[in-house]
């Protein structure tokens, strides 16, 4: 059984930085991408920003300069800092990932959501 745990988050005010973090554990051959996606109220979910296995990122426009991921590759680790952050930031933040586990048939390619965490930017 894989689990993806998500911390971090909370409320902050305009300009203010949030660290989010979340980890891969379980039995899992490899990662080959991990990041964050967002879902505001009312709208689909989009992607924040990704990290794939050899270190290339992609980031939504919308936060480019203002958000770093990363990723920890012996803890199965990535984060998400986001700084200057706006009232349009306020949303659940989902992190995500692809990756390869074991079976009984062979190695496996899944992916997993973590449950979520609010982030709210308000004054």
């Known amino acids: 059984q894989v689990d993806l745990v998500e911390s971090g988050g909370g409320f902050v005010q305009p300009g203010g930085s949030l660290r989010l973090s979340c980890e891969l554990s379980g039995s899992i051959i490899s990662i080959n991408v991990m990041g964050w996606y967002r879902q505001a109220p009312g709208k689909q979910r989009e992607l924040v920003a990704v990290?794939?296995?050899?270190?290339?990122?992609n980031y939504a426009d919308s936060v480019k300069g203002r958000v770093t991921v990363s990723r920890d590759y012996a803890k199965n680790t990535v984060c998400l800092q986001m700084n200057s952050l706006k009232p349009e930031d306020t949303a659940v933040y989902y992190c995500?990932?692809?990756?390869?586990?074991?079976?009984?048939?062979?190695?496996?390619?899944?992916?997993?959501w973590g449950q979520g965490t609010q982030v709210t930017v308000s004054s």
């Open positions: 995500n990932a692809d990756f390869v586990v074991p079976s009984t048939t062979g190695p496996k390619r899944q992916r997993a």
């Open positions: 990290i794939g296995s050899g270190g290339s990122t």
